[in-house]
């Protein structure tokens, strides 16, 4: 079993909607959670993240981490064209800066 | 605005050649990296580094080599390249294990 699972899509949906992604992942020692936005031929860039579990609120976006189940969820809501990008999610334990573990990333289009 | 450059954004090599990806950060951190990303594999650690002249093998280091002789730069060497090295690399560095700044990410093709 992979550490961190994650649909690989690809998600297309109409502009205006809600989307969820998600990743599970198998370590109970993961405390932190990021979710990471990479547009077509440009580097990930972190979006925001969220240290044990509850909600995270920012603008649009809401990350939500589920400890007792290890699954976590960004929601974006009203969906642009301009969020149509590869959503990676990662987590880490609290201190290694090695060891933080990517999934393999959402590919989502938002239709105009 | 923070910063991370890489030298090449496309490379095409030959089975065997020694080939040099080269990343430069502005931000003064401390912490850089080389992944590579593979679909389907998301990103791996190939070599870290948390200081000048300091480095730390990652989890698919074999085949890679690394020098950080400045603070500022991170340079990726494969020795003899080969074709299952085809892909695209990616430079980071940050001051926490939260947040890493990338590099817009060098496609290597290894012929």
């Known amino acids: 079993q992979k550490e961190v699972e994650q649909d690989p899509g690809p998600l297309s949906v109409p502009e205006g909607a809600i989307v969820s992604l998600n990743c599970t992942y198998s370590?109970?020692?993961?405390?932190?959670f990021m979710w990471y936005r990479q547009y077509s031929r440009k580097g990930p860039e972190l979006l925001m993240y969220t240290y044990s579990s509850g909600n995270k609120e920012d603008g649009r976006f809401t990350a939500q981490v589920d400890k007792s189940s290890k699954y976590i969820s960004l929601f974006i809501r009203d969906s642009q064209p301009s969020d149509s990008a590869t959503y990676l999610c990662?987590?880490?334990?609290?201190?290694?800066?090695?060891?933080?573990?990517f999934g393999p990333g959402t590919s989502l289009s938002v239709i105009p | 605005d923070v910063k991370v450059t890489q030298s090449s954004r496309y490379l095409v090599k030959r089975t065997g050649e020694k080939v040099f990806l080269e990343c430069v950060q502005d931000?003064?951190?401390?912490?850089m990296f080389w992944y590579r990303q593979d679909p389907g594999l998301g990103l791996r650690l190939i070599y870290f580094s948390y200081d000048v002249k300091m480095k730390e093998k990652g989890d698919i280091p074999e085949g890679y080599s690394v020098s950080r002789e400045k603070k500022e730069r991170f340079s990726l060497i494969l020795e003899s390249a080969s074709t299952n090295q085809t892909s695209m690399y990616l430079c980071?560095?940050?001051?926490?294990?939260?947040?890493?700044?990338f590099g817009p990410g060098t496609r290597l093709t290894v012929l």
């Open positions: 931000m003064d951190h401390e912490n």
């Open positions: 370590n109970s020692a993961f405390q932190y």
């Open positions: 990662a987590m880490t334990m609290k201190t290694s800066y090695d060891k933080v573990i």
């Open positions: 980071a560095s940050s001051f926490s294990p939260q947040r890493k700044y």
